[in-house]
């Protein structure tokens, strides 16, 4: 089993729908969660970070679910713009200094 | 944009030669991470380092092996290239790599292939 899954989709969604993303681990000692926004042929960027209480960055929120071991995103109003990979990672383990790990990623496809 | 820049951007080598990767890490940020990226994958983290030592890996060869100098630039160098190393390596630059889960910065990447 993959210690960070993700579906893969890839998710086909209308202008101004709400989609949601889920993302499992395995490693009950991560502390810390990363939503990354990944466009074809670049780099990851930081979308935001996870919290235990949510939070919460215009359209995006980002829920953690300790006790699954799941983390989400929520995206409302779609946008053509918000078409690309999703990466969430963990991380935070003590010890394990920065590291993150990464699911595989989840496709968003925007579409008019 | 991150501040954290790699080069160089692209680079073609032969099986069996080696590369040296290099990058910069934003302004303040004191420990650098590199991690490969194969196509519909994600990130694969290789190691960090923190102060100029390695201070994590992954499950990656001891043909991967990485520098931090004073000013906590990186190398990344990877002997006798495999077809399989093909793939976008990406440095990731933070701060207190002692401590556990502050925020990468990822810079633009390295595309490697290797033929």
């Known amino acids: 089993r993959k210690e960070v899954e993700q579906d893969p989709g890839p998710f086909n969604v209308p202008e101004g729908a709400t989609v949601a993303f889920n993302c499992t681990y395995s490693?009950?000692?991560?502390?810390?969660f990363f939503w990354y926004r990944q466009d074809c042929r670049k780099e990851p960027k930081l979308l935001m970070s996870?919290?235990?209480s949510g939070n919460e960055d215009g359209r995006f929120t980002a829920q953690l679910n300790r006790a699954s071991q799941y983390i989400s995103l929520l995206i409302r109003d779609s946008k053509l713009s918000d078409s690309a990979t999703y990466l969430c990672?963990?991380?935070?383990?003590?010890?394990?200094?920065?590291?993150?790990?990464f699911g595989t990623g989840t496709q968003l496809k925007v579409e008019l | 944009e991150t501040g954290v820049t790699q080069s160089p951007t692209h680079l073609i080598k032969t099986r069996g030669q080696q590369v040296t990767l290099r990058c910069s890490s934003q302004s303040g940020h004191n420990t650098v991470s590199w991690y490969q990226q194969a196509l519909g994958q994600g990130p694969q983290f290789i190691f960090q380092?923190?102060?100029?030592?390695?201070?994590g890996r992954g499950n990656f060869p001891p043909r991967f092996s990485g520098l931090q100098f004073p000013n906590y630039s990186s190398e990344l160098n990877v002997n006798a290239l495999e077809l399989d190393d093909s793939a976008l390596y990406l440095c990731?630059?933070?701060?207190?790599?002692?401590?556990?889960?502050?925020?990468?910065?990822f810079g633009e990447g390295s595309w490697l292939t290797v033929v």
């Open positions: 380092y923190y102060r100029e030592e390695e201070n």
């Open positions: 990672g963990s991380g935070g383990v003590t010890g394990g200094g920065n590291k993150l790990t």
């Open positions: 996870v919290y235990s």
């Open positions: 490693n009950s000692a991560s502390q810390s």
């Open positions: 990731a630059s933070s701060w207190g790599g002692q401590n556990s889960g502050n925020t990468i910065y």
